[in-house]
């Protein structure tokens, strides 16, 4: 995993999909989730065809059998038989397979609840099609077993399912870095060969006093070409990703583990506890016992 940074970032931001509903509709049809399901999402089309609107007044897009409609930020957006709608509420009729179209839907989580730089990284809206095209040998297998076990009411399929979503998820990001779809972002430095190494090595270990002498170091480059490149290519200074990766692993760890926060502290680099609970209010808006207790962050913080 040393060598593999997406999957060490990704397991620290608690990467967790869901499926939520299989539906087969037919006739006319309408499916609005993001009424009962806002936030980060997917649609997979297993079978027919239909119409994706959006909020944002572009004409409405068709898609097909196969195709996989990902909502990274949970944009708003109604799925439907026809290209216009008068309405934008839900409306389903079950039918018999082969008529009208077949969807799995879910929905992605992440441990952090604040700025997701995973999420942040891509489209709004993102249709791929998953068969027949040049994609097909990265997503088609996987976006056909997930429709094949949707449809079957095992033991088990609810696991499965939603282990599914997960990886099916991750190969999108690395079909989106592999495309060219994503360039910059905190992605393209995960996969950048030298940016990518340093952040592989601060990763490892957040707590160590780093510099930016030591990061340009493990990037095999001097300290003016990976602060260059690093700015260039995630928007921030390298020494300020740092503090941010600290605040936003250290507020998981308070959520989800039983260590103080004198032993939080410690682990991202602050010997004194005060200093860290400064940083951390300046960071995330509320204090680390008030994460603890679970309380909400605010949207709006300095960083």
């Avoid at 026809?82 to 008529?99: C, F, K, L, Q």
């Avoid at 997503?139 to 997960?166: C, H, K, Q, Y």
């Avoid at 779809?181 to 995960?190: K, P, Q, T, V, Y």
Wanted: contains cysteine; hydrophobic residues 45%; aromatic residues 8%.
């Amino acid at each position: 995993m040393a060598s593999d940074p997406l999957s060490h970032y990704l397991q620290t931001l608690q990467l967790r999909a869901s499926i939520y509903a299989s539906p087969e509709v037919c006739g006319r049809w309408r499916v609005n989730p993001t009424v009962t399901h806002p936030g980060p999402g997917f649609h997979l089309v297993a079978y027919g065809q239909g119409w994706l609107h959006l909020k944002d007044g572009s004409p409405p897009l068709r898609f097909h059998e196969g195709d996989l409609l990902v909502f990274p930020r949970g944009a708003w957006h109604v799925l439907s038989a026809e290209p216009e709608i008068e309405r934008r509420d839900s409306y389903t009729d079950a039918g018999p397979a082969g008529s009208g179209a077949g969807l799995v839907c879910g929905q992605l989580m992440f441990a952090a609840r604040t700025q997701n730089p995973v999420l942040d990284a891509l489209p709004d809206v993102l249709v791929l099609p998953t068969r027949g095209e040049a994609n097909a040998a990265l997503l088609g297998p996987l976006t056909a077993l997930l429709a094949a076990e949707a449809s079957n009411m095992l033991p088990g399929r609810g696991v499965i399912l939603d282990r599914l979503a997960e990886v099916l998820f991750v190969s999108v990001l690395r079909h989106a870095v592999q495309t060219g779809l994503i360039r910059g972002g905190i992605l393209g430095a995960l996969t950048d060969a030298r940016l990518g190494r340093a952040l592989a090595a601060f990763h490892r270990a957040p707590g160590q006093p780093w510099r930016l002498s030591e990061l340009a170091a493990a990037a095999g480059v001097s300290r003016s070409v990976f602060s260059d490149q690093f700015q260039q290519l995630v928007g921030i200074a390298p020494m300020q990703y740092v503090t941010h990766w600290r605040m936003e692993t250290a507020a998981i760890c308070l959520r989800t583990s039983n260590e103080s926060v004198a032993q939080v502290a410690a682990a991202f680099g602050y010997q004194a506890e005060a200093s860290f609970r400064r940083a951390f209010k300046r960071h995330h808006g509320i204090g680390p016992g008030a994460v603890r207790r679970d309380e909400p962050i605010p949207d709006h913080r300095d960083d």
